[in-house]
C-alpha cells in the first residue's frame, strides 16, 4: 500500500486550455488496461524536456531529442505519444524504426509532420515493441481526445504503480489566472538523475521557449532529481513541459522577472509533489523518508551525502523493521565520497530526536526515542556537516520484502 497517497480526484485535476488528451486499450502487454495515451497541444505550443542520462537510453527517448533539437521556427511539437507495456529500450536499430513508425503514423491521422511527435515508451526492457498494435490504438486515443481526461491519462501510464499520479493548481501572474496540471508515474527503477520515470506538466501561460527550457532544468533539479527508490536509473526517463500560451497575458520572456520566477515555481511545486508520489508509491515501501543534508561546503557534497544514505539497503531495510541501527547511517555519511570530511563534526537527528553528536552517540540519546521515530510512516533523517552553509535534500522509502516479489515477478 503506498505511504500516505491517494487517487487523485478527477475533478481537482483540472484542464489546461489548449491541451487535449485520449487514452485506449492497445493490448501492448496486457488486454483490458488502459495503455496509449496521446496528448494533442494546439499550434504554437513551447515544449521542451529533460531525459535520462543512461547511456543505454531507449529508442523513443532518441527520438524525441531529435524531434526537439531539430523543430524550425515555424514548427512546434503538435503530439505526445505513450504506450505502458514495452519499454522499447535495448531493441536496436528495429527499436529505432518502431519509435519512428509511431510518430509517422499519428502525424498522417493529426496531419502535421512526424517530427512534430514526441514518443515514449515505458515497461519492460529488451523486448520488441508491438507497433501495430500501438498505430491500432492510435485511432481509437483520437477519437477520446478530451481536454478534462488528466486522470485517464494518469492511469494510462502506469506500470508497477498501485495508485495514478496526478496534480493540478492555478497561480496569479497579474491579474490573470493561470493552469499547472501534470501526471508522472514510476514506482521502481528510480533514481532519475534528470527527471522521473515519466513525467508531464502542462500550463496556459505564455513563456519563451528558452524560459520553458529554462524551467524545466530547474524543476527537474529540484524535485524528480531529489528522489530515489532503489538507486537505479532507468532507461527511459522523460519529463516534458508544454506551455500551451492560450492564457490572456504578455509572453514572459526575462528570466529575471517576476512573472517568470512565479511561473518556475508553480511547476517546480507540481514537480515535487509529483516526485513524493513517485517514492511514497515506491515498490513495496511501507516508510516515506526525508533525507536533509545540512552544513556543507556546495550542495552538491551535501546531495551526495544525502543519496548515500538513501541508496543504503542496510538503512533502507532497517526502516522497514523500525530498527534503530542508526549507525548505518554514520557508515553511509563516511563512505559518500567526501575526502576531507571530518566525521568528528557530524551530528545526527532522526526527526526531533539528536542521535549523534560530533561524530558519535549523543550522551541523552535512549534507543526508545529512536524506535518510536522509526515506527512512524514519515520520517526525516537530518545530518549536519557543520563545514559550511549549503544543504540539500532527498526523498526515499524503505526497502522491504515486497520490493523483491514485486520485482521477482515483474516479468510474470
Known amino acids: 500500500m503506498p505511504v500516505n497517497l491517494s487517487a487523485p480526484n478527477p475533478a481537482t485535476l483540472l484542464p489546461v486550455s489548449g491541451v487535449k488528451l485520449g487514452i485506449a486499450e492497445a493490448n501492448v502487454r496486457k488486454p483490458g488496461r488502459k495503455d496509449l495515451l496521446v496528448v494533442q497541444l494546439e499550434d504554437g505550443a513551447r515544449v521542451a524536456g529533460v531525459f535520462t542520462q543512461n547511456r543505454f537510453c531507449a ?34 536499430s528495429d527499436g529505432l524504426k518502431h519509435a519512428r513508425e509511431t510518430c509517422v503514423a499519428l502525424a498522417k491521422l493529426m496531419g502535421c509532420a512526424p517530427s512534430q511527435v514526441l514518443p515514449f515508451s515505458t515497461g519492460v526492457i529488451m523486448e520488441p515493441l508491438p507497433v501495430d498494435r500501438v498505430i491500432a490504438g492510435l485511432p481509437q486515443c483520437l477519437a477520446d481526445l478530451k481536454p478534462a481526461n488528466w486522470a485517464n491519462a494518469a492511469q494510462a501510464i502506469m506500470t508497477t504503480d498501485t495508485v495514478p499520479k496526478a496534480a493540478s493548481r492555478q497561480f496569479n501572474i497579474g491579474d490573470v489566472q493561470i493552469t499547472v496540471t501534470g501526471i508522472a508515474k514510476g514506482a521502481g527503477m528510480i533514481r532519475p538523475n534528470m527527471a522521473t520515470m515519466l513525467g508531464y506538466v502542462a500550463t496556459d501561460a505564455r513563456v519563451s521557449l528558452p524560459l520553458v527550457k529554462r524551467a524545466v532544468a530547474h524543476a527537474a533539479q529540484h524535485s524528480f532529481n531529489c528522489i530515489t527508490v532503489d538507486g537505479d536509473t532507468s532507461t527511459n526517463d522523460s519529463f516534458i513541459l508544454m506551455a500551451s500560451g492560450k492564457a490572456a497575458m504578455p509572453e514572459i ?155 521477482a515477478d515483474y516479468r510474470s
Not at 73 to 85: D, E, F, P, Y
Not at 284 to 300: L, N, P, Y
Not at 327 to 347: F, K, M, N, P, T
Open 253 to 407: 520572456t526575462h528570466a529575471d522577472s517576476a512573472e517568470y520566477a512565479a511561473f518556475r515555481d508553480a511547476v517546480t511545486a507540481i514537480s515535487v509533489e509529483l516526485a513524493h508520489a513517485i517514492i511514497r508509491d515506491g515498490e513495496g515501501a511501507t516508510k516515506f523518508i526525508t533525507v536533509r543534508v545540512d552544513g556543507g561546503k556546495t550542495e552538491d557534497e551535501c546531495r551526495r551525502v544525502a543519496y548515500a544514505i538513501a541508496h543504503s539497503p542496510l538503512t533502507k531495510t532497517a526502516f522497514f523493521a523500525s530498527d534503530p541501527n542508526l549507525g548505518r547511517i554514520l557508515a553511509a555519511v563516511g563512505y559518500a565520497g567526501i575526502d576531507d570530511l571530518d566525521a568528528d563534526r557530524i551530528d545526527l537527528y532522526l526527526d526531533d530526536v539528536l542521535v549523534a553528536k560530533n561524530g558519535g552517540r549523543h550522551s541523552g540519546y535512549q534507543e526508545a526515542d529512536g524506535q518510536r521515530v522509526m515506527k512512524q510512516a514519515e520520517i526525516t533523517v537530518r545530518v549536519s556537516l557543520n563545514r559550511g552553509g549549503a544543504s540539500a535534500t532527498v526523498w526515499t522509502c524503505d526497502l522491504s520484502h515486497d520490493y523483491v516479489s514485486i520485482n
Open 59 to 92: 529508442a523513443p527517448v532518441v527520438v524525441s531529442r531529435q524531434h526537439l533539437s531539430t523543430l524550425d521556427a515555424h514548427q512546434s511539437i503538435r503530439a505526445l505519444v505513450v504506450n505502458t507495456g514495452c519499454a522499447n529500450a535495448g531493441t536496436g
